[in-house]
């Protein structure tokens, strides 16, 4: 079943690179709802996903005579989103920086102290309440990561991407990288232990 | 007992191999570090849990939607950037009328003083060296345009008339100013302007939807002859003839100098 969607997926390139615009068309159909997910969870709302997806199946276009075959074309123009996103969500970064002074640190300081965002974060009940306040709360703490701890959080847990692919997108090598997905696991956990963790062990403590 | 690391745990959880076997064993005693994983496990469980807004079934379609009108502009942009067709009709003008005054000045039999003959030839040679290079300078666009034009596979067939277009009017040109050259004695010239005129009708004469591998034929002679490469030698020596009238034509220079990839 792989197997036939990567020949179909090479058929189209092939087409495409033939001068057949049309044969692109299957390509974005195919593999545009899994790149607006990452996209989603890279941005964190869904006009920015957008934006992504549409630049890179764009460049994708663009790009295509590079596309060796020898990988998969799902994954090739996952690579492109996520090396676009990541560039978006640094220039949103710098952008949002130029336009407020703001108080908490930027997203690229690796120096933020885990102790005053915990305090910050002082759980009340009605935030306790329900997994919608979790997964706003989730949200922002994803928006807090660096641009590379996020692009890693979201290649490595959720589309499960090896830690050489993740270190091809963020220019960086494979321990550093490993680095990077710890930071982003411990600045989460950090963020979201007020909402977690005294749940978690009530849940949990009778499997102990 | 030592505890594990935050970080060894993550690691753990994460499918890293070091020390694997160890952190199993120590989990299994401790219970500290045991509650530890669980509570980093309840991050990726939130992780897991956090919606993403369904674009609906139809989204890759309106992805198409979006993108297909922007293939198009680069597409188009690509062509513009190598025909800019305004300025090839303002050209187009004024070789006309060049050729027109060219042709006139050697149809026209008045008497003349030798004097006047001298001034004649200066004045007509000026006129050819001028056209000429305008003439080269449309034809080394398009024979850019093919040599630059991506590799071609598969069997879906090119459509290239726009190319053509402009290469059967570079024909009827290349045909009169080759002649021309030969009257005038510049053989280096003739001989460009020849191999020119035949990859000219070649393109010219082609169909109009090309299969990659005659278009590949097509590109493959352009690059074996050398031509792009010529045709700026030539119009190099016009560039030089322009500003010091003197300077001698480019007469084999071309042939004498080893071609050097363009």
Avoid at chain 2, 101 to 117: H, I, K, N, W, Y
């Amino acid at each position: 079943m792989a197997e036939e969607v990567a020949v179909s997926d090479s058929m189209a390139v092939e087409r495409t690179l033939a001068g057949d615009r049309d044969a692109y068309r299957v390509l974005v159909e195919r593999h545009s709802r899994s790149v607006y997910r990452m996209a989603y969870r890279m941005m964190g709302n869904a006009h920015d996903a957008e934006e992504v997806v549409q630049e890179s199946f764009l460049r994708g276009y663009q790009k295509l005579k590079q596309f060796a075959g020898n990988s998969n074309f799902g994954t090739w123009v996952y690579r492109i989103a996520a090396n676009y996103a990541i560039d978006r969500i640094r220039q949103r970064n710098a952008d949002e920086a130029k336009r407020e002074t703001r108080s908490k640190p930027t997203e690229d300081s690796l120096e933020v102290d885990p102790l005053s965002q915990v305090r910050d974060m002082s759980p009340s009940p009605e935030r306790l309440a329900g997994s919608a306040q979790l997964a706003e709360r989730m949200k922002s703490a994803l928006a807090e990561l660096s641009p590379a701890e996020r692009t890693a959080i979201v290649m490595r847990h959720w589309d499960g991407c090896g830690i050489e692919e993740i270190a091809a997108v963020l220019k960086s090598n494979p321990n550093a990288t490993k680095n990077t997905v710890f930071r982003a696991v411990q600045k989460l956990r950090r963020s979201l232990a007020p909402y977690l963790e005294g749940n978690e062990a009530r849940a949990m403590g009778t499997e102990g | 007992m030592t505890h594990r690391t935050e970080e060894e745990l993550i690691g753990y959880r994460d499918g890293e191999p070091k020390e694997r076997a160890a952190i199993a064993a120590h989990l299994k005693e401790c219970v500290e570090c045991r509650e530890e994983l669980v509570r980093i496990e309840a991050v990726f469980g939130a992780l897991d849990a956090m919606p993403i807004p369904d674009p609906g079934e139809d989204y890759g379609e309106r992805v198409w939607q979006r993108v297909a009108p922007r293939l198009g502009e680069k597409k188009a942009r690509w062509w513009e950037a190598l025909i800019v067709p305004q300025r090839l009709v303002a050209l187009g003008g004024v070789a006309a009328l060049v050729i027109l005054a060219f042709v006139a000045g050697r149809m026209t039999r008045v008497p003349v003083t030798p004097m006047d003959q001298v001034d004649a030839a200066k004045v007509r040679e000026r006129v050819l060296v001028v056209a000429v290079g305008e003439h080269l300078g449309r034809t080394e666009m398009v024979l850019m345009e093919l040599e630059n034009a991506p590799a071609q596979k598969g069997e879906k067939t090119i459509n290239f008339s726009e190319t053509q277009r402009r290469a059967e009017d570079l024909v009827e040109e290349n045909r009169l100013y080759r002649q021309t050259a030969l009257k005038e004695g510049d053989r280096a010239m003739a001989s460009t302007l020849d191999e020119l005129e035949r990859v000219l009708l070649d393109i010219a004469n082609s169909p109009n939807e090309l299969t990659p591998a005659a278009f590949e034929s097509i590109r493959k002679r352009i690059e074996e002859q050398g031509l792009l490469f010529k045709v700026r030698v030539v119009k190099q020596g016009l560039d030089e003839r322009k500003t010091n009238p003197e300077a001698k034509p480019a007469e084999n220079q071309a042939k004498g100098t080893e071609r050097k990839k363009v």
